[in-house]
């Protein structure tokens, strides 16, 4: 969560909405994931996902980004929307 916001619910204070005008958010899933899961030993699903989120991983720090999550073959990712950050969407692509 932003900074602002995670202070705000622990104030109890939470705004209904919050407006951010330099924010992108990138949701990244592998297209035929269960098909490909369906042809190949869980093993190697772990192994694959592993060695991309962990390159994504790697991208995300270097680039100043914040991983949201992972579940299953999905990747979120977004920046700090109050971090002064030149072109936000070219970076989180």
């Known amino acids: 969560l932003p900074k602002e916001v995670a202070r705000s619910m622990r104030q109890n204070a ?3 909405a919050y407006k951010y005008t ?3 958010l990138l949701f990244a899933d592998i297209v035929e994931f269960t ?4 042809r190949v030993e869980p093993e190697q699903v772990v192994k694959m996902l592993t060695m991309l ?3 994504f991983d790697n991208v995300t720090v270097a ?3 914040y991983k949201v999550y992972t579940i299953g073959d999905a ?8 971090k002064e950050m030149n ?4 970076k989180a692509v």
């Open 14 to 16: 939470l705004q209904p």
């Open 22 to 24: 330099n924010m992108s």
């Open 35 to 38: 098909s490909y899961c369906s």
């Open 53 to 55: 989120f962990s390159a």
């Open 63 to 65: 680039l100043g980004l």
């Open 75 to 82: 990747y979120l990712v977004t920046n700090e929307p109050r």
């Open 87 to 90: 072109d936000p969407a070219a």
